[in-house]
Each structure stands twice: as C-alpha cells, then as structure tokens.
C-alpha cells in the first residue's frame, strides 16, 4: 500500500494558513477571540480551552470504569430502541443493523417526515408501539395504509412535534437513535435525556446548537451519549483504552466534498459562469449516500466546521486541539493523537452502518455481514490540507466555536437556512452561503450569551439566525451584492 507517512506527520502537524479571516472581536468576561487558523491550529499542549465532562463517555476514569463493566456484560444484551428520523438514510440503515441483528434490538418507536408509503412498510414489519409522522394528513394516509395491508398489531399513530416527544420518551425504550436532520432534534433529545435513556447521536446539530445546555444535563441524568456518524464514532473507538488525560489532539477527516478536485480559482469561475452546474454537483457527494442537506454541507465544507464543534462537545478537546485533513478516499475517518505523539486510526469503508451499529452497540463488536476492509485493493491513501479560502466555512465554525455560547446556535441556524434555500433554488448563489452565515454570526455578536445559558436561549437564537437569513435572501434575490 502507497502511503507516505513522512507526509502524513508533517501534514498533521503544520498549521493551516489562511487569507481569509474572520475577525469578531468578541469580548465577554473571560477572554477575547481573535483568532485565525494560521495561528491557533494544531496540538499546543497546554490543556487550555478543554472541557473538564465531556457528553461522551470518554476521558475520565468514571467512563473507563462503565466502559470495562458494560464490556464484561458480553453481547447477548437486548435493546429496545426509539429511531427518530426512520425513513431518511439514517434510519434506514439502523433498521438493517436490526434486521441483521434481531436477537439484539427491537424497534418501539418510529418517527419520520412524511413518507407514509415507507412508515407503513416498516410498521408492519418492526409492530412498533407508536408511529409518528410530520403532518396530520400523512398521519392518516398512514393509518390508512395499514388498514389496507390489514395490519393486526395498530400502533399509537401521531404527528408534529407531540409525536416526536413521544417517541422519545416511551417507556420501554432505553435508547433513542436521532437520525432527525437539523436543530428539530434537540427538544426530543433533551426530553429523552431527562428519562435517562442512552442516546445514539446521528444528529450533529444537537451538540452544535445546544453543547452548552445538552452536556450538563447528559452528566445530570448519567446517560451515555454515544455518537453515530462516521467521524465521531472513529475517535470514540480509537479512545477506548486510553486513560483520561491521554487525548493531546482529535483529527478529523473529510473527503472535501463534491468539489475537492477543482482547485479553488476553478470553483469561483465555476460559480461565477455556470451557477446551474454548480447546484447539480453541489448536492452530489462523491463518496456517500447521504440526505440532501448534509450533502450539500459537505460541498461546502460546514459539515467539517459543525463536526469541530461536535467533537469538542463530545470528547471535551479545545479547539486549539483540532485539525481537520482533507482524504478523498473516506477509508481513514479519523484519528487521534495521545500524548506520547502516537497516532490511532479508525479504518472501513465508507458505510453509514459501522458507526451505527457501533453506537448502538457500545462498547461491545457484533459480528455484521459486512464486507471486509481490503487494504491492497485500496492500494493508496492520500491526505492533505483543506484550502480555507476555497471553503470558507471552515473558519466561520471555528470562530463560533472559539466564540463560545449561543455563538454555535447562530451558526448553525444560518447554515441550515441558507442551506435550505440553496437547494430550493430560490436565487443563492453557493458562495452567497458562507457570506449569509458570517453575515449572521457578526449581527449576533452584540447578542452573544456565554454563560448561564438555557434552551430558551439557543432555539430564540435559532429562530433569530433563519429571519436574518430569509431577509438577507431577499436582498440577493432583488440583485443586490451581499457584504459584511
């Protein structure tokens, strides 16, 4: 196999230069951000900015302890799960892990958007207790397609928000898999954490929008927060067995999107000349089967900024201790780095499922009727650094993260509308994307809440961030050129 360590190290150990920087000036209490890449990138080993409890069970000898008595458990345990999102790719994917493993997990909730046709489908083969949809009308199509397939087992069938809550919260389950997309699921996991139910995280906005009210609360109710996407999974494996204190840096992998292979003078005439070709690739991702809104987040590279804030949420690392390297391959999906400078790596191939069924499983290896990695086949592996001027959105998320507080929530609400809009083709152009998010970010900074904070005050921020988005839109769509 092709692969040049000597690179390797000096890539993971160079700071990334940027020209475009982001200067908020934030001032609170305690400090101060001003901080661009160039400087702050890399391990500087002081153990400043770190969290003291991480959500993840990681870090602490309380962790190493509950992670050695659930691994002496074995694997003939039984878990009743609640999946949230159950028609989108996440839950999909959950219900193969459940259809592969049946003597492990049973399915006690479902709640999804308006797929009707394929709630049905999976009611009838997982007897759920209750089914939820988004609106009243899909909830009675549902209802009627179950009576038409003759369905002998009714479940509670409901709608909205009530029914998402319910799902969350039924009493036989004791995990809940948040496979929802956007800000929509942090009611339900709060309310699930405050039923001291362990919690599979597919849903990065929940840490990202609500890190500073979530994370309390997961070390108030002892749950175990157990992450699900691919990059988060891969350094909660790589820290198993590492003592607490061991972690010096988290390294996060991205295969750079639909554009990693157009250099960046090339994307911006792109975007410039042929704006309709830039949509079409902009929401097809080269590697993964994903949803349409993190695919398109992964063209523009925020995914990568909201997994650096995620990842300091869960494994509690500054986010002077976080590194990003572009990897076109998506074998590596992350690593870490201890503090003897070694580095640990989780490898696979680019399937949703291994970080599922992992998160569902912890801390224990069930055997999966997987493919297995072929390290010959793959023959080379490359990695190199992100261009932050080709994606801005890198930055813009680590000065929210550095920024603190409701600062996150702001971010990640004007992503998820600019997002959105993008996609509805309503006239954004994709550069006008990082542009209505720092433009939101620099409006909020006079609001900026740090302390003391409540979930009043990140989904008021939320809501705060779509209005200053939507009416930014309107000034792009009337022609006029955006600027902050």
Not at 22 to 28: E, H, I, Q, S
Not at 446 to 458: F, N, R, S
Request: glycine fraction near 8%.
């Amino acid at each position: 196999m092709k692969l040049s360590v000597c690179a390797l190290v000096t890539l993971l150990g160079a700071p990334v230069t940027s020209a475009f920087t982001v200067d908020f000036n934030l001032n609170t209490s305690s400090r101060t951000t001003k901080t661009s890449l160039d400087a702050n990138s890399g391990s500087k080993g002081t153990g400043e900015g770190w969290l003291t409890r991480p959500s993840a069970p990681v870090n602490s000898e309380e962790s190493a302890r509950l992670t050695l008595a659930e691994s002496l458990k074995g694997s003939t345990f039984k878990k009743r799960l609640s999946l949230l999102g159950s028609t989108g790719s996440i839950g999909t994917q959950t219900l193969e892990i459940v259809d592969a493993c049946p003597d492990n997990f049973e399915i006690d909730a479902l709640s999804a958007g308006n797929n009707a046709e394929l709630m049905a489908e999976q009611v009838m083969k997982y007897s759920p207790k209750i089914a939820s949809l988004a609106s009243p009308e899909a909830a009675e199509e549902l209802k009627d397609r179950l009576k038409a397939l003759g369905c002998q087992k009714m479940p509670e069938i409901m709608h909205g928000d009530d029914g998402i809550l319910a799902c969350s919260t039924i009493d036989s389950a004791d995990t809940v898999v948040t496979g929802i997309v956007g800000a929509a699921g942090l009611k339900p996991t709060i309310e699930a954490i405050k039923l001291k139910k362990d919690i599979a995280l597919a849903n990065k906005e929940t840490l990202i929008s609500g890190g500073p009210v979530i994370n309390p609360l997961v070390e108030e109710y002892g749950v175990n927060l157990l992450p699900a996407d691919s990059e988060h999974s891969a350094i909660f494996q790589c820290l198993q067995g590492v003592p607490a204190g061991g972690l010096r840096r988290v390294i996060l992998t991205a295969s750079g999107g639909a554009f990693r292979d157009f250099s960046k003078d090339e994307l911006f005439d792109m975007c410039e000349n042929d704006p309709r070709a830039v949509q079409a690739k902009a929401t097809t991702h080269p590697n993964w089967d994903m949803g349409a809104k993190i695919t398109l987040d992964s063209a523009t590279m925020m995914n990568k900024g909201l997994e650096v804030i995620e990842a300091h949420y869960l494994f509690g690392a500054s986010y002077d201790d976080i590194d990003i390297v572009i990897h076109p391959q998506s074998i590596v999906h992350s690593m870490i780095e201890t503090q003897d400078t070694s580095c640990l790596a989780q490898l696979g191939w680019a399937d949703m499922r291994l970080p599922l069924v992992y998160s569902v499983s912890w801390p224990h290896r069930l055997k999966m009727p997987y493919r297995p990695l072929d390290l010959a086949e793959l023959s080379t592996l490359t990695f190199s650094k992100p261009d932050v001027v080709k994606y801005p959105c890198i930055e813009l998320a680590y000065e929210a993260g550095r920024a603190g507080g409701t600062m996150t929530a702001v971010l990640n609400a004007a992503n998820e509308a600019a997002n959105e809009m993008f996609r509805e083709d309503v006239g954004l152009g994709f550069l006008d994307i990082p542009k209505l998010i720092e433009g939101a970010m620099e409006a909020h900074k006079e609001d900026l809440k740090i302390d003391d904070i409540v979930l009043d005050d990140i989904l008021s921020c939320d809501a705060w961030a779509r209005e200053y988005v939507a009416k930014a839109t309107e000034k792009v769509k009337e022609g006029k050129i955006l600027s902050v």
